[in-house]
Structure formats: C-alpha cells, structure tokens
C-alpha cells in the first residue's frame, strides 16, 4: 500500500496564518510531503522568515484572511505562482481572554472577524477557484477544542470556533457534488506563541502562575502531555491526502484525548 500522504508530491496548497505555530508546523509537513507552497499571513515579514526556513522553494505573501480584496489578491498571487492551488488550510486565528462579563465589542469582533470570516473567506475564495477550474479539491480548517465544547474565559473565541465547525459541516454538503472536501481539526492545548499569551492572562485573571496554568492542561490531556504543533500537523497532512478521501465534514479532534467525542 502507498505511504499515508504519498499522493501529495507535487500537489500546491496555501497554508493560512502559515508564519508561525500550528500554520508553520502544517507547511513544514506539507513540504516534507512535497507539496509546492505559498504561505499567507497577515505578518508578511514573519512570513518570509517562515517560507525562508523551510526552503527557498515556498512562497510567502501578505494576506488579512479579514478582508475579502486581500484573501482574493492573496489566491491570485498564489496561483501564478503555482500554477493552480490544490490544497488549502485556512487556520489563521487570534484570541483574547477575559470573563464573559467583560467582553468587549472589540474582542467579540476581532475573535469572530480572523477566526469566523477568515475561514469562510478563505473557503468561499478556494471553493470558487476549484469549481471554476474542475479542481477535486481539498480544504482544512484549523478548529479548536473551543469549538466542541464552551471554554471559560474564552466564550467569543469558542463561538468563532463552533461557527467554523457548523461552516465546515455545510459547506462540505454542498461542495461534495464536485468531489471538493472541507474537514476542520481541532487542536487542545498546543505549544505556541498564542498558547504563551493565553497561560499568562489565564494566571493573571485566576490569581496563579502560568506554570501551574500549563500543568493543569497537561493534567486534563490524558496523554499526558503539552500538544506540539506537530502533532496537529500530521493530521491535515492525513485530510488533505488521498489517504481521507471519503471523509468531509469532520472535524477532528487531536487532544491527546482531552475531548473525545
Ligand atoms: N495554540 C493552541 O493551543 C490552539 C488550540 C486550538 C486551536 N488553535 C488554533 O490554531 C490556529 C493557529 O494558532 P497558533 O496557536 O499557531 O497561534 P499563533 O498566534 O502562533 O499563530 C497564528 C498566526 O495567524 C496569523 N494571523 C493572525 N491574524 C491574521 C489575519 N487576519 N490574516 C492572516 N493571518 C493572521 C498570525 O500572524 C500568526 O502567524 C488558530 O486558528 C488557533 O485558533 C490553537
């Protein structure tokens, strides 16, 4: 039998939110699997550093998943660059923490805007470029554990998360009929700059330090320890393959088995 992922050698893909942590960890894989790359973030610097790290071969590009002309742009440039885009991960994602009393409009709508609208901008732009050029395409969406079951501290950011899911679900029902696939995974608690942020806040607001913050994650992950950025990568490399092609729709969690259904 072909190696899980074989049949993504020489396959393009955009990886969103790609210049640092989970995006970073998912083109890195990507490109182990020989896919040609464009990575798109808002941090077009940090971007290139990225590109640059893995190999002189991946793209980089500025891309604000929050605005329809920049995630349009973002595909054009992509695609002259590779020709057409094949695969596309749409996980770019912001969050802030406070107690649902205190949230404010500006961080319901930054957390709705990059996590919700950038996702069903970065779908929307990818399923119309597959349809328009016959593409038995392929999406992944980067969910969360927030968004199978409501996280304290965390309520807008789990509402953009469970708004990915339901998107993930719709949309895959109506792209099946042209073989296009949509699945979302749903990382717990992983090693990155976002998870650094959110265990000092979380200290901050429950009066402990964020060292014992990180241990009561590693002691809700019966695996038994912190999420690496890898250990995400390694299952949309699996989505976007051949190896999941009669799976859409899903979003599948990748834990370590904090959440299991
Ligand atoms: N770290 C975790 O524990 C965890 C858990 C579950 C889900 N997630 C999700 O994984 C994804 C990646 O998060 P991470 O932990 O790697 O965070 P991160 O902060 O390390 O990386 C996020 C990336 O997204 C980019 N970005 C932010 N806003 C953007 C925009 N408007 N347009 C384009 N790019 C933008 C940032 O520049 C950054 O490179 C997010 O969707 C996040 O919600 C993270």
């Keep these: 039998m072909d190696r899980i992922g074989g049949d993504l050698a020489g396959k393009t893909a955009l990886v969103t939110g790609g210049a640092t942590g989970i995006g970073r960890a998912i083109a890195t894989a990507l490109y182990k699997h020989g896919v040609h790359l464009v990575i798109a973030d808002i941090d077009g610097e940090a971007a290139?550093?990225?590109?640059?790290?893995?190999?002189?071969?991946v793209v980089a590009?500025?891309?604000?998943?929050?605005?329809?002309?920049?995630?349009?742009?973002?595909?054009?440039?992509?695609?002259?660059?590779?020709?057409?885009?094949?695969?596309?991960?749409?996980?770019?994602?912001?969050?802030?923490?406070?107690?649902a009393l205190e949230i404010t409009d500006a961080d319901w709508n930054l957390n709705i805007d990059v996590n919700a609208r950038g996702v069903f901008l970065t779908n929307q732009i990818a399923c119309r470029h597959f349809v328009d050029r016959n593409i038995k395409g392929a999406i992944c969406?980067?969910?969360?554990?927030?968004?199978?079951?409501?996280?304290?501290?965390?309520?807008h950011y789990s509402a953009s998360k469970f708004a990915v899911i339901g998107w993930t679900q719709a949309l895959a029902r109506e792209m099946a009929k042209h073989g296009i696939r949509i699945n979302a995974v749903c990382p717990g608690f992983v090693r990155t700059g976002m998870q650094y942020r959110e265990a000092i806040w979380e200290a901050e607001l429950r009066g402990m330090t964020p060292q014992a913050v990180l241990d009561e994650y590693v002691a809700l992950t019966p695996l038994g320890r912190i999420e690496e950025p890898e250990d995400v990568a390694g299952v949309v490399a699996f989505l976007l393959s051949d190896a999941a092609r009669f799976m859409t729709g899903q979003s599948v969690n990748v834990t370590g088995g904090v959440y299991m259904t």
Aim: overall charge neutral; glycine content about 8%; aromatic content about 2%.
């Design 48 to 57: 290139q550093a990225a590109a640059a790290a893995i190999s002189s071969e």
């Design 141 to 155: 969406n980067t969910a969360s554990l927030a968004g199978k079951v409501g996280a304290p501290l965390l309520a």
């Design 61 to 99: 590009i500025t891309m604000d998943v929050t605005k329809r002309e920049s995630v349009e742009a973002g595909f054009a440039e992509a695609a002259a660059a590779l020709g057409r885009i094949e695969r596309v991960v749409a996980n770019a994602g912001v969050s802030t923490m406070k107690p």
